[in-house]
């Protein structure tokens, strides 16, 4: 047994406090709440509690000088009862076989929640692509392709980017499966560059629904958007997009942050004066007149905070230190299943990831439709049918969450579930 774990008198391992919540410990614990709130079958509960398939390869990577380095790569395969597998490919130094489950987990929900007919997958690499020149990113990547190539395809498993991964990285894995495969193979993955298939307004899907979800519950707790103070962890897709259409519709941001650190300004900064990551990697803290921490920014007394970088920021240390009267999760999974119920015991609402951010896997969906049809969409009608897609999602929650008398993570974790439940009862097993 590890030093971190003790046993208890049942035999079973519990945690020790030290230990951090893991995604999957996170995800199995919001999954067993929502079951135990709803009439659903333990059978279907006992099935989603694991993922259909964990692969799981090694990559030999030959550096530019010439040494040979070996990387995990992981791909999980969640469920897949409403549809082909979806879900994002990250390359980060944290990426590990338990992540990755607990990540897919958030995808089979995200999908049902905003009624996709996707179920949920996820994986990566273990490698920070910092340390990785251009044409390492593009060699690693397209090994890792060859070697998850038989598990993804346009029917089957549709990856797509995420943390450390960009529309460059989606064209290399394009590219390799459609020349393996002697065909150009657009639906392969989501998130290419438009000149291959991907989807108009795919990149700023993200941030642009977190915006939309924002604003609609600053809306249901009659907070007029032009008197809120937001603040914004993390300047990258998700953030950057967020921050910049919540200030365009009137809100006041008073702080956005990378890894370097917060901008802050009381009477709000001009959101669309601070490079993204994309265009200036690190660069917030470079054009701020005040600079916070990262730590310091959760704490901010805002109306709206917006936590968009990594996850599990909000945790039992910092958790009594939100001053925000309103949490919208940007980035997957930032508040840590015990900082969550410590969160609604101080009365703060926190609106979850799964429907938050949604939008990205939903122009996903559209690029996906556009590819199979070989149609492209243009701005407007993507971002009208997201739009259309949100709020009835938003609706959905909405009834949930007042049906039964629940916080609204609850509501979107038992619209999820219902709907999975209804597949797989239909469905049935086999054999
Ligand atoms: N990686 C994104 C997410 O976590 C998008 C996934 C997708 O588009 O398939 O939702």
């Known amino acids: 047994m590890s030093p971190d774990h003790c046993s208890t008198d049942g035999g079973t391992e519990q945690l020790v406090e030290a230990q951090p919540e893991t995604a999957l410990d996170t995800a199995r614990h919001q999954l067993v709440r929502a079951a135990s709130?709803?009439?659903?079958?333990?059978?279907?509960?006992?099935?989603?509690?694991?993922?259909?398939?964990?692969?799981?390869?090694?990559?030999?990577?030959?550096?530019?000088?010439?040494?040979?380095?070996?990387?995990?790569?992981?791909?999980?395969?969640?469920?897949?009862?409403?549809?082909?597998?979806?879900?994002?490919?990250?390359?980060h130094p944290h990426v590990s076989r338990e992540e990755s489950i607990g990540l897919a987990m958030w995808m089979t929900w995200k999908c049902a929640v905003v009624d996709l007919p996707f179920g949920g997958a996820k994986g990566g690499v273990n490698v920070d692509p910092k340390d990785l020149s251009d044409d390492e990113?593009?060699?690693?990547?397209?090994?890792?392709?060859?070697?998850?190539?038989?598990?993804?395809?346009p029917m089957t498993d549709i990856p797509a980017p995420d943390m450390g991964t960009s529309a460059q990285t989606m064209a290399w894995i394009m590219d390799t499966y459609s020349v393996q495969e002697a065909e150009t193979s657009p639906g392969v993955v989501t998130g290419k560059p438009t000149s291959i298939g991907g989807s108009r307004g795919r990149e700023e899907a993200p941030g642009r629904s977190v915006a939309i979800i924002g604003r609609e519950a600053l809306d249901y707790y009659e907070r007029p958007i032009e008197e809120t103070t937001v603040a914004v962890q993390g300047f990258g897709s998700v953030g950057a997009n967020a921050a910049r259409l919540l200030d365009d519709w009137g809100a006041t941001?008073?702080?956005?942050?990378?890894?370097?650190?917060?901008?802050?300004?009381?009477?709000?900064?001009?959101?669309?004066?601070?490079?993204?990551?994309?265009?200036?990697?690190?660069?917030?803290?470079?054009?701020?007149?005040?600079?916070?921490?990262?730590?310091?920014?959760?704490?901010?007394?805002?109306?709206?905070?917006?936590?968009?970088?990594?996850?599990?920021v909000i945790t039992e240390a910092n958790v009594s230190d939100v001053e925000a009267n309103l949490i919208v999760e940007g980035a997957n999974g930032p508040i840590s299943f015990a900082a969550d119920a410590i969160l609604t015991d101080r009365g703060i609402p926190v609106v979850p990831d799964i429907i938050a951010n949604a939008g990205g896997v939903t122009v996903s969906y559209f690029e996906w439709l556009q590819d199979i049809n070989r149609r492209a969409w243009t701005l407007e009608e993507v971002q009208d049918e997201l739009e259309e897609v949100m709020l009835t999602a938003?609706?959905?929650?909405?009834?949930?969450?007042?049906?039964?008398?629940?916080?609204?993570?609850e509501a979107a974790y038992i619209l999820a579930l219902t709907r999975i439940a209804e597949a797989h009862e239909s469905r049935g097993l086999w054999p």
């Open 394 to 409: 938003w609706e959905a929650v909405r009834r949930e969450r007042e049906a039964h008398e629940v916080t609204w993570r």
């Open 253 to 312: 941001v008073v702080a956005v942050s990378d890894v370097n650190g917060a901008a802050y300004d009381p009477d709000g900064l001009d959101t669309w004066a601070i490079p993204t990551h994309d265009v200036e990697p690190e660069a917030v803290t470079k054009h701020a007149t005040e600079v916070l921490s990262n730590e310091e920014l959760l704490e901010l007394d805002v109306d709206l905070l917006i936590p968009a970088a990594v996850g599990n």
């Open 37 to 91: 709130q709803i009439d659903v079958d333990q059978n279907i509960v006992e099935r989603l509690t694991h993922p259909r398939a964990v692969h799981e390869v090694t990559i030999p990577l030959r550096r530019d000088d010439g040494t040979v380095e070996v990387y995990q790569g992981y791909r999980v395969q969640h469920d897949n009862v409403r549809g082909p597998y979806k879900g994002g490919l990250r390359y």
């Open 137 to 153: 990113t593009e060699r690693l990547t397209r090994r890792f392709t060859n070697e998850i190539r038989n598990v993804i395809g």
